[in-house]
């Protein structure tokens, strides 16, 4: 069984920076996509960066390029999110989610629908 639990949420001051984790376990294939997605207050939910494990490609939305990094720990079965100069849009419930790929398939998307098992959000607020 697929889980996926995050950590590293909290409040900081716009200019900050946190950084978010997200511990994996129960995957059965070698070849998955994993990433990181939020929900703002009354806002649907978005991708934000999404990890291929097949080639490592990774996918940025355009408010966050530049400010964010996603990375991944194969060894500790985890992956982070970086998030720097962080801003009060960036405010929100930050999800990690993943999918299973039966085979190796190459290049990443980044959008819900397309990502199976959801891990319980962790709030990230942004504010002076």
């Known amino acids: 069984q697929v889980q996926l639990v995050e950590s590293g949420g909290g409040l900081v001051q716009p200019g900050g920076s946190l950084r978010l984790s997200c511990a994996a376990s129960?995957?059965?294939?070698?070849?998955?996509?994993i990433g990181w997605f939020r929900q703002a207050p009354g806002k649907e939910r978005e991708g934000v960066s999404c990890?291929?494990?097949?080639?490592?490609?990774?996918y940025y939305s355009d408010s966050v390029e530049g400010r964010f990094t996603i990375s991944r720990d194969n060894a500790k079965n985890t992956v982070y999110l970086q998030m720097n100069s962080l801003q009060p849009e960036d405010t929100g419930v930050y999800y990690c989610?993943?999918?299973?790929?039966?085979?190796?398939?190459?290049?990443?998307?980044?959008?819900?629908?397309?990502?199976?098992?959801w891990g319980q959000g962790t709030q990230v607020t942004v504010s002076s």
């Open positions: 129960g995957f059965i294939s070698d070849y998955y996509r």
């Open positions: 990890i291929s494990s097949t080639d490592g490609s990774t």
């Open positions: 989610a993943a999918v299973l790929l039966r085979r190796r398939t190459y290049g990443i998307t980044c959008r819900p629908p397309g990502y199976a098992y």
